[in-house]
């Protein structure tokens, strides 16, 4: 599972670390994809192949499979790091996610996050707090022991 949050740079050419953790877990090949929020998802392959056997078996005369399919799996890419440690974020999904020289690296579980501090920042502070969007989705947060 992925957990915790790193702080990192890009570099000019658009290269970034990924946490030791992380690579460990995904292994060598992994997907970086648009995330549905403003920023990048990255997905261990077998939660990709997963997805995407869900994708599949939509219907694909509806035009909101197709437009989800073009926006995910078209602006993916298979990836790997490099003996570094790093990947190589392509300028198309920089600027998607609006990455300039800082990222965030967000584990939410089975997958990870990659966003503008900036933009992270405003979707934690939306208007809505933690405790009711926890409590909009029937999640019990507060539990006894």
């Given at each position: 599972m992925f957990m915790n949050e790193y702080s990192h740079t890009i570099d000019a050419k658009g290269r970034m670390i990924l946490p030791a953790r992380f690579r460990e877990e995904l292994g060598n090949h992994f997907v970086l994809a648009p995330g549905l929020d403003t920023c990048l998802s990255i997905y261990p392959m077998e939660r990709w192949n997963a997805l995407l056997s869900k994708l599949q078996q939509l219907p694909f005369t509806d035009g909101r499979?197709?437009?989800?399919?073009?926006?995910?799996?078209?602006k993916g890419m298979e990836m790997e790091c490099d003996k570094q440690g790093r990947i190589l974020i392509p300028a198309?999904?920089?600027?998607?996610?609006?990455?300039?020289?800082?990222?965030?690296?967000?584990?939410?579980?089975?997958?990870?996050?990659?966003?503008?501090?900036?933009?992270?920042?405003?979707?934690?502070?939306?208007?809505?707090?933690?405790a009711e969007l926890a409590n909009s989705l029937d999640l019990p947060l507060n539990f006894e022991i």
């Amino acid at each position: 599972m992925f957990m915790n949050e790193y702080s990192h740079t890009i570099d000019a050419k658009g290269r970034m670390i990924l946490p030791a953790r992380f690579r460990e877990e995904l292994g060598n090949h992994f997907v970086l994809a648009p995330g549905l929020d403003t920023c990048l998802s990255i997905y261990p392959m077998e939660r990709w192949n997963a997805l995407l056997s869900k994708l599949q078996q939509l219907p694909f005369t509806d035009g909101r499979v197709r437009k989800l399919k073009r926006f995910l799996i078209g602006k993916g890419m298979e990836m790997e790091c490099d003996k570094q440690g790093r990947i190589l974020i392509p300028a198309h999904l920089r600027e998607l996610a609006v990455l300039k020289k800082d990222a965030v690296i967000v584990g939410t579980g089975a997958t990870i996050e990659i966003w503008n501090p900036e933009l992270l920042r405003t979707d934690e502070n939306g208007e809505e707090s933690i405790a009711e969007l926890a409590n909009s989705l029937d999640l019990p947060l507060n539990f006894e022991i």
